[in-house]
């Protein structure tokens, strides 16, 4: 599989190139958002890792584009920018995990492994995830949730990691799913340490695709001090 790193410090990148060609990954680097966009044009990676602050186009905004052109790859920031705040945006803005430099060396290997492991299942495995409420049908291996009425069909592209947490409220439908429950079921690892507001983040941005009004839920509900529910009937 193909990893992207776009970074300017370039003993970052060689670092990050070493360890993942040791685990049989295949790793291109890059210096700059303009250069891995001029490599995209021939290269289709299934992981990128960006670092954020980079000069002319800075990783937010590149995971910002990658997102708005319908990317499925997964997004992994490296970053010195360790602020709850930059964690946030770059989560918000579509990415599947942040890890902040300086960082251990066994733990990245350990995520990129995790966030590879789920993007492969969703690409391989999509038998095991149709499921259907009211017009809503949930398609997981394509990555696709498609709402249905009388002038067709309105499609929704999700990144996996979205996928597997909307997946695992549907299946759990009229059950509370705690954020910890969330957490190690979507990464297995415990991503952040345990930080729920992560999950927090990912809500949000799934409401922002599948409710009419994502300020009043119909779908994802929040249950104080506990979790989420999804609401409805689900079948397969």
């Given at each position: 599989m193909h990893v992207l790193v776009?970074?300017?410090?370039?003993?970052?990148?060689k670092l990050v190139r070493f360890l993942l060609t040791e685990e049989g990954y295949q790793?291109?680097?890059?210096?700059?958002?303009h250069a891995a966009?001029?490599?995209?044009e021939n290269h289709h990676p299934d992981?990128?890792?960006?670092?954020?602050?980079?000069?002319n186009m800075d990783g937010f905004?590149?995971?910002k584009r990658l997102r708005s052109a319908d990317s499925d790859a997964m997004i992994?920031?490296?970053?010195?920018?360790?602020?709850?705040g930059d964690r946030v945006s770059g989560l918000q803005l579509g990415a599947d995990d942040y890890l902040v430099k300086p960082f251990e060396p066994?733990?990245?290997?350990?995520r990129v492994k995790a966030l590879m492991r789920r993007h492969q299942h969703f690409r391989e495995s999509p038998h095991l995830t149709h499921l259907r409420v009211g017009n809503m049908e949930l398609h997981a291996g394509d990555l696709k949730l498609v709402f249905n009425n009388d002038k067709g069909g309105h499609l929704v592209s999700l990144t996996p990691t979205e996928m597997k947490l909307l997946r695992c409220l549907m299946i759990n439908a009229g059950h509370v799913v705690s954020r910890d429950v969330l957490l190690d079921t979507i990464w297995g690892y415990g991503m952040a340490n345990g930080d729920?507001?992560?999950?927090?983040?990912?809500?949000?941005?799934?409401?922002?695709?599948?409710?009419e009004n994502p300020s009043n839920p119909k779908f994802i509900e929040s249950v104080r001090g506990s979790g989420y529910r999804f609401i409805g009937t689900v079948s397969k």
């Amino acid at each position: 599989m193909h990893v992207l790193v776009v970074d300017d410090d370039p003993l970052i990148c060689k670092l990050v190139r070493f360890l993942l060609t040791e685990e049989g990954y295949q790793v291109t680097t890059v210096d700059s958002s303009h250069a891995a966009f001029a490599l995209l044009e021939n290269h289709h990676p299934d992981l990128f890792i960006l670092d954020v602050m980079m000069p002319n186009m800075d990783g937010f905004e590149l995971c910002k584009r990658l997102r708005s052109a319908d990317s499925d790859a997964m997004i992994l920031f490296l970053t010195a920018k360790s602020e709850l705040g930059d964690r946030v945006s770059g989560l918000q803005l579509g990415a599947d995990d942040y890890l902040v430099k300086p960082f251990e060396p066994a733990e990245l290997v350990v995520r990129v492994k995790a966030l590879m492991r789920r993007h492969q299942h969703f690409r391989e495995s999509p038998h095991l995830t149709h499921l259907r409420v009211g017009n809503m049908e949930l398609h997981a291996g394509d990555l696709k949730l498609v709402f249905n009425n009388d002038k067709g069909g309105h499609l929704v592209s999700l990144t996996p990691t979205e996928m597997k947490l909307l997946r695992c409220l549907m299946i759990n439908a009229g059950h509370v799913v705690s954020r910890d429950v969330l957490l190690d079921t979507i990464w297995g690892y415990g991503m952040a340490n345990g930080d729920s507001q992560v999950i927090d983040v990912y809500i949000r941005r799934l409401r922002k695709k599948i409710e009419e009004n994502p300020s009043n839920p119909k779908f994802i509900e929040s249950v104080r001090g506990s979790g989420y529910r999804f609401i409805g009937t689900v079948s397969k």
